[in-house]
């Protein structure tokens, strides 16, 4: 079984505020290792994920080369570019922690942390789209190559006019599908009552306990090194 | 041109929904009607053809050449495939930019373009519309003015997919006589539809998916919202239907 989600979120949460604070490469090494063990343990899809991701690891290696390149002095600037490369990593790892779970169970865990329901709900209902857009945008993109436009044929200047075409009808299709939405949930008088059930709600077992609060520890002993390197600095 | 599957083969990784061992075809100028229940995979079939689902067994041959290798922009050329839902092949803005987006793309003048996409306009009755928004058309306007896109590649055969579906029997009649239209240019059609009347006036022969395809029906692919419940349903199990603040 699954640790509570609230628990994950929690780490999740402190994990992307360390990932978005810290600065140095060095820093970010022990976030980004605790982050792979984290995701390990909790047997979330690392390897799928970064397999999907093969594509833009490309992008990110050169980006990080050229940050080495442009910012003169190549130790610097390899640590910058090393440094871009870990957050997004740590992000990544976050997402993918959290995405292993079923997207009800994380709106549960959002409801009981106290979040406005309605926020909650259109995280849900978000999740929900994603199947919809993404196959939406799959015929959109193979009815365009139909029509005879080759991608890998057309200037850089084309090939741009060409991205934000491709984008119209899954933008379009996504407004109408939310206003239909929005009216539909209108007329069944979303949002009338003051308290409303929940099918499953979550509870903390002993070991749900134990994750928080090595989580706290986890935390706790980050600032500490953290504070403790500056000072020594 | 004549299109023919040979022992086609496919399925869904998502669902496990599989065709197997289709043989179908398809001669020239005529038009053939693709019938059967909801589900029993129409579309995927009519994908498979034109190439926006690749087999994973047997072959899809156009005039008896296997088309396994070509590109989407080759099979265009040949083909072209009106989705169910046609907002989905509408990319500009404006009517009349749909039509000559591809045109200039490929080089074509805009002053030709325009001439090119103004005829096509006319004859499906658009032309009143060049200068309107696509998001602001009926359905059945959104249709011809697809199906206008689909022509300006000068194609030998069209997929349509459910076209009659949300179209009042005016708008049939409308749809009806392009059909009739493209057919005049020498434009084979095949009509995937589950409206009866329609396919018995407009097709000249009628196949059905059901006889089609030789896969057993799947019974109830594993259902995975069930999946992902199960977890929550232990760590809950006396406390379902708690009630909290909104
Ligand atoms: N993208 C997809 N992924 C997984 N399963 C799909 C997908 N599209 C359709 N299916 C399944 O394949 C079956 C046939 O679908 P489809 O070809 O659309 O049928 P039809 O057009 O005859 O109504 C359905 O059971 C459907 O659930
Ligand atoms: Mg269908």
Redesign the interface.
């Known amino acids: 079984m699954k640790t509570d989600p609230r628990v994950t979120l929690l780490f999740v949460l402190l994990l992307s505020t360390a990932g978005v604070v810290l600065r140095g490469a060095l820093e970010l090494a022990p976030v980004l290792l605790s982050a792979m063990i984290a995701a390990l343990w909790g047997k979330a899809p690392v390897g799928r994920v970064l397999r999907r991701l093969a594509g833009l690891w490309i992008t990110l290696v050169s980006v990080t080369a050229l940050q080495a390149l442009f910012s003169g002095d190549i130790r610097t600037g390899l640590l910058t570019g090393a440094a871009v490369l870990e957050r997004l990593v740590i992000l990544m790892l976050g997402g993918t922690m959290l995405a292993a779970y079923p997207g009800h169970a994380l709106v549960q865990a959002m409801i009981q942390l106290r979040l406005p329901y309605q926020l909650a709900y259109m995280v849900s209902v978000g999740l929900r789209f994603v199947p919809q857009f993404s196959e939406s945008f799959k015929d959109s993109l193979t009815a365009m190559q139909l029509r005879g436009v080759d991608f890998r044929r057309l200037k850089m200047k084309a090939r741009l006019r060409v991205y934000t075409y491709l984008l119209m009808p899954t933008i379009a299709a996504g407004v109408q599908r939310a206003q239909k939405l929005a009216m539909a949930m209108e007329l069944r008088g979303f949002g009338a009552h003051e308290q409303r059930g929940s099918y499953a709600p979550l509870h903390m077992k002993s070991k749900d306990w134990l994750a928080l609060a090595g989580v706290i520890a986890w935390a706790a002993g980050l600032s500490a090194i953290e504070v403790l390197w500056r000072i020594a600095i | 041109m004549t299109i023919e599957t040979k022992n086609l083969t496919f399925t869904y990784p998502g669902t496990g929904f599989s065709l197997r061992g289709v043989d179908f075809s398809m001669g020239p100028g005529a038009c053939a009607a693709l019938t059967g229940s909801n589900g029993s995979g129409k579309t995927t079939l009519g994908k498979l053809l034109?190439?926006?689902l690749k087999p994973q067994g047997g072959a899809v041959l156009f005039d008896g050449e296997d088309t396994a290798k070509w590109?989407?922009?080759r099979?265009?050329?040949r083909i072209?495939?009106l989705?169910q839902?046609p907002?989905?092949?509408?990319?500009?803005?404006t009517v009349l930019e749909d039509l000559m987006?591809?045109q200039e793309?490929?080089g074509i003048s805009p002053g030709e373009a325009e001439a090119r996409a103004m005829a096509l306009l006319a004859r499906f009755e658009l032309d009143s519309l060049a200068r309107r928004s696509v998001?602001t058309l009926s359905r059945g306007e959104q249709q011809r003015l697809a199906i206008c896109?689909?022509l300006?590649?000068k194609p030998e055969a069209l997929v349509l997919d459910e076209p009659t579906t949300g179209l009042d029997a005016r708008r049939k009649a409308i749809l009806a006589g392009v059909i009739r239209e493209v057919l005049r240019d020498g434009i084979s059609v095949l009509l995937i539809s589950h409206d009866a009347a329609f396919v018995k006036a407009n097709a000249q022969r009628e196949v059905r998916m059901e006889q089609l395809n030789q896969a057993p029906l799947a019974s109830g692919a594993p259902d995975k919202?069930a999946d992902?419940?199960g977890?929550?349903?232990?760590?809950?199990g006396e406390?379902?239907?708690?009630?909290?603040?909104?």
Not at chain 2, 87 to 93: K, S
Not at chain 2, 231 to 236: L, N, P, Y
């Open positions: 034109c190439g926006l590109s989407l922009g099979r265009g050329q072209g495939y989705f839902e907002a989905r092949q509408l990319f500009a803005p987006f591809t793309l490929q998001l896109g689909l300006l590649n919202s992902s419940l977890w929550i349903e232990g760590g809950s406390g379902a239907g708690g009630v909290h603040e909104n």
